[in-house]
């Protein structure tokens, strides 16, 4: 019964390759959000969707395409993945007008 | 734009230690304010929440005050444990549409035993 899920939780692969992480929640909420978070431990939002429609994208590259194809999942791809793309990525939901944001476990992508 | 300022860690405790991470904002308007947790190897847990000016979120021995006019949103427990030992974070999220939070640095605790 897990609330925020992602796919998969460790991801290895090598520079220029195309990739995709999966998230998906069960407690009906309408946005959910991907943040990447740096080996400093920083946090950053990348993208936010809510009820299918994006609402936030922060100045993120152009590799990176977010896709929802209802309001229970967000999946992120990556194409031409680069060294620096290597980092942990959370999913999380919330309520569309409420502050609080659930987390996944986070996919730890190492790019090599 | 919105920031979050805390302090850098790591802070080491001894268990049964007082613990105060400091924490303050800049945002338009009064945005909400949270304290978040990542325990070792996991994800981000809503730790303590408050959502307008001396509200006083509380979880776990946890707590801290929305303080307007200090523009801060102190983390306090008065005896740690070791299973406290993790990351925090303090984060904002404005009122308007679009629910983004602005999480600060993150502060790791280490509680020995």
């Known amino acids: 019964d897990t609330a925020v899920s992602q796919t998969p939780k460790y991801l290895v692969t090598q520079m220029g390759n195309d990739k995709s992480i999966k998230c998906e929640q069960n407690l009906g909420h309408d946005t959910m959000y991907w943040y990447k978070q740096d080996s400093k431990k920083f946090l950053k939002i990348m993208f936010s969707y809510n009820n299918k429609e994006l609402i936030i994208n922060e100045t993120v590259p152009n590799r990176f395409s977010p896709k929802s194809p209802d309001k229970a999942h967000l999946n992120l791809h990556i194409n031409s993945l680069e060294l620096g793309d290597s980092a942990v990525y959370f999913c999380?939901?919330?309520?569309?007008?409420?502050?609080?944001?659930?987390f996944g476990p986070g996919t730890r992508l190492t790019v090599t | 734009g919105d920031s979050v300022t805390q302090m850098e860690g790591p802070v080491t405790l001894s268990e049964e230690a007082f613990l105060t991470i400091n924490c303050t904002y800049t945002?338009?308007?009064?945005?909400?304010l949270f304290w978040y947790v990542q325990y070792p190897g996991e994800g981000l847990q809503l730790l303590l929440k408050a959502t307008k000016a001396d509200d006083k979120g509380s979880n776990k021995g946890f707590e801290a005050t929305y303080r307007k006019e200090t523009t801060s949103f102190h983390l306090e427990k008065g005896s740690v444990q070791v299973s406290d030992s993790a990351v925090y974070f303090c984060?904002?999220?404005?009122?308007?549409?679009?629910?983004?939070?602005?999480f600060g640095g993150g502060t790791r605790v280490l509680v020995k035993p």
């Open positions: 945002a338009t308007g009064y945005p909400s």
């Open positions: 999380a939901s919330s309520q569309a007008q409420g502050g609080e944001q659930y």
């Open positions: 984060a904002l999220a404005p009122r308007a549409a679009g629910n983004k939070l602005t």
